[in-house]
T-cell receptor, first 111, second 113 residues
Framework: DAGVTQSPTHLIKTRGQHVTLRCSPI?????VSWYQQVLGQGPQFIFQ???????GRGNFPDRFSARQFPNYSSELNVNALLLGDSALYLC??????????FGPGTRLTVL | GNSVTQMEGPVTLSEEAFLTINCTYT??????LFWYVQYPGEGLQLLLK?????DKGSNKGFEATYRKETTSFHLEKGSVQVSDSAVYFC????????????FGAGTILRVKS
């Protein structure tokens, strides 16, 4: 079975631009969570969705938004990019909201 | 709020040495505890988990025991290999907080042959 997939793998943007990151969960998993991992730090929780509804939101500004589609895939959107948004963005899926399985991440560089 | 503290790295060991990476946590309620591993350029892989006090998680020679009295979940391995070189993250989740994962800062492990 395929694991969690994320696209794109790498992305380079400039300040002020907008970005959309995509995640496909493991088949049958209904919950998707997003995390931001800045270089040298542990991942920080951004959003969690379950059955297309937002279940939790971390301490991130409103420039960050997300949604989950009927097929349980998810998008993370970031507007008005800042240099500090440069990070590895990780998506994790779970059958319910317990053990989470991570994708390989999207490496975002903001110049 | 919930938090996780890990020992700072990098930890540098010779092959076949004994490994301990300390992890302590602060949480209300009864969290589940996890160790994740991240190899260079990759995402996170679940290494082991424990869901209640005194549970021992184990996988690939790694072990960790959920100690509620000391709020700890230290990672151990009896004999490390060069292929164990990676970053190790301790994490917790709690139903009261929607089961989001709260991670420590990570500990870099370097194993020399």
């Amino acid at each position: 079975d395929a694991g969690v997939t994320q696209s794109p793998t790498h992305l380079i943007k400039t300040r002020g631009q907008h970005v959309t990151l995509r995640c496909s969960p493991i088949s049958g998993h209904k919950s998707v969570s997003w995390y931001q991992q800045v270089l040298g730090q542990g991942p920080q929780f951004i959003f969690q969705y379950y059955e297309k509804e937002e279940r939790g939101r971390g301490n991130f500004p409103d420039r960050f938004s997300a949604r989950q589609f009927p097929n349980y895939s998810s998008e993370l959107n970031v507007n008005a990019l800042l240099l500090g948004d440069s990070a590895l963005y990780l998506c994790a899926s779970s059958l319910e909201v317990y053990e989470q399985f991570f994708g390989p991440g999207t490496r975002l560089t903001v110049l | 709020g919930n938090s996780v503290t890990q020992m700072e790295g990098p930890v540098t060991l010779s092959e076949e040495a004994f490994l301990t990476i300390n992890c302590t946590y602060t949480a209300t309620g009864y969290p589940s505890l996890f160790w994740y591993v991240q190899y260079p350029g990759e995402g996170l892989q679940l290494l082991l988990k424990a869901t209640k006090a005194d549970d021992k998680g184990s996988n690939k020679g790694f072990e960790a025991t959920y100690r509620k009295e000391t709020t700890s979940f230290h990672l151990e391995k009896g004999s490390v290999q060069v292929s164990d070189s990676a970053v190790y993250f301790c994490a917790l989740s709690a139903m009261e907080y929607g089961n989001k994962l709260v991670f420590g800062a990570g500990t870099i492990l370097r194993v020399k042959s």
